[in-house]
């Protein structure tokens, strides 16, 4: 019996391996509109709970968006070495490593958008 919320390596039509996820159930599913900034700075993003039985979360959205395990992104405005900036429209996170246990995320983007998290075990 094969695990749920696998992913499977497939041949494309030109001979290179691609990962495809293996249907499954979805835990949860949030869908997020608002995130954007605002003029002044003031980041008007929030941190959405992870559920506590999430291994993986999948994004999707309409428009570019950053996100943050754990903490609130900032928009970079040049270099941002501080590790304040997120990680620009990410497709998937593993949400449990030995390096970080992802509780949040953070999520903030430059124009108003719909951002779905889409929750597996």
């Known amino acids: 019996m094969s695990s749920?919320?696998?992913?499977?390596?497939?041949q494309g039509d030109h001979g290179r391996d691609t990962s495809v996820k293996v249907p499954s159930t979805?835990?949860?599913?949030?869908q997020l509109t608002g995130i954007a900034d605002n003029p002044t700075g003031e980041s008007l993003g929030t941190i959405?709970?992870?559920p506590s039985e999430a291994g993986v979360v999948i994004f999707s959205a309409e428009s570019d968006f950053y996100a943050k395990p754990n903490n609130l992104p900032v928009i970079p405005t040049g270099s941002e070495s501080d590790g304040?900036?997120?990680?620009?429209?990410?497709?998937?996170?593993?949400?449990?490593?030995?390096?970080?246990?992802?509780?949040?995320?953070?999520?903030?983007a430059e124009v108003n958008n719909r951002v779905t998290l889409a929750f597996y075990k």
């Open 26 to 30: 979805c835990i949860d599913s949030e």
């Open 84 to 108: 304040a900036a997120g990680e620009l429209n990410p497709a998937s996170w593993a949400l449990k490593s030995t390096d970080v246990t992802v509780t949040g995320i953070g999520l903030v």
């Open 48 to 50: 959405h709970s992870v």
């Open 4 to 10: 749920p919320n696998k992913f499977k390596t497939i």
